[in-house]
Nanobody, 126 residues
Framework: QVQLVESGGGLVQAGGSLRLSCAAS????????MGWFRQAPGKEREFVAT????????YYADSVKGRFTISRDNAKNTVSLQMNSLKPEDTAVYYC???????????????????WGQGTQVTVSS
């Protein structure tokens, strides 16, 4: 069992930055690939970024590539999402998730994730 708790969300103006963090507990963190997903009002949850167990492999949605950076610190059991040049369309609830089966690569498929956090709200004003 893994517990995930996101933090760092908030209200920011377009063009600004936020850093989301996800703290994990309950199992060996480095056994998991990690991902960030988001869900905007009235829309389905979508993939944002993923990172494999040692940080050597990352993958981003086209909509955030070049603006967002995912990273992890296995010593601190945390995964982060640095978000720069934020746009109003980035407004959503952001979720972190842990995937045991894809620890070696990370994944952009929701169904491959075993554990989810409760989400943190990010609002970007224009």
């Amino acid at each position: 069992q893994v517990q995930l708790v996101e933090s760092g969300g908030g209200l920011v103006q377009a063009g600004g930055s936020l850093r989301l963090s996800c703290a994990a507990s309950g199992h060996i963190f480095s056994s998991y690939g990690m991902g960030w997903f988001r869900q905007a009002p009235g829309k389905e949850r979508e993939f944002v970024a993923t990172i494999n167990w040692n940080g050597g492999n990352t993958y981003y949605a086209d909509s955030v590539k070049g603006r967002f950076t995912i990273s992890r610190d296995n010593a601190k059991n945390t995964v982060s999402l640095q978000m720069n040049s934020l746009k109003p369309e980035d407004t959503a609830v952001y979720y972190c998730a842990a995937s045991l089966v894809t620890y070696h690569s990370g994944s952009y498929y929701e169904y491959e994730y075993d554990y989810w956090g409760q989400g943190t709200q990010v609002t970007v004003s224009s």
